[in-house]
């Protein structure tokens, strides 16, 4: 049961991923700045917790180094999360969750976040799927707003 849970969340993946193990990426409709200033709206908007905003290119320039494009954002929602650590408390690693937003070298860009189902798997969970499925659906219905709004 647990396999057939794992290839639907693989399969259901969206078509404007690219292909990592452990994270989904979605390409954005517009710039880094605009995409994460988006995402931090609507994880407030939505009663998140939002904790930080990372912005690594700027940390990158503090010490005269270069970084297209990367900004992190780290946040979460202790409903959806408390049960996963339930299941299995090493997950707590891995939480908050994060959104990595970043351009490509062709000048593309995309938001990455943990797959919940490789994350799942990681932590060896069992007995999860419905918390499981709840995040990832939550997840991908938010990166999928930022990535399409403005």
């Known amino acids: 049961m647990r396999n057939l849970f794992i290839l639907f969340l ?9 292909a990592q193990i452990g ?11 605009q995409t994460a200033t988006s995402l931090e709206k609507l994880i407030k908007q939505k ?7 990372v912005d690594h290119t700027q940390n990158a320039t503090k010490v005269n180094m270069e970084l297209s494009p990367t ?20 997950y ?12 490509d070298k062709d000048g593309r860009v ?4 943990n797959d919940q189902a490789y994350l799942a798997e990681r932590h060896n969970l069992s007995d999860c799927e419905d918390s499981i499925k709840k ?16």
């Open 92 to 103: 707590a690693i891995d939480l908050p969750q994060k959104a990595l937003i970043y351009e």
């Open 135 to 150: 995040v990832e659906s939550a997840l991908s219905a938010l990166i999928q707003e930022a990535a399409n709004s403005l």
């Open 10 to 18: 693989i399969f259901s993946l969206p078509l404007t991923s690219q």
């Open 23 to 33: 994270l989904i990426t979605v390409e954005s409709n517009h710039d880094v700045q």
């Open 110 to 113: 995309w938001i990455a976040y």
């Open 71 to 90: 900004v992190l954002l780290i946040f979460g929602n202790p409903k959806l999360g408390t049960p996963l650590m339930q299941c299995g408390q090493t």
């Open 47 to 53: 009663g998140l917790t939002f904790f930080a905003k």
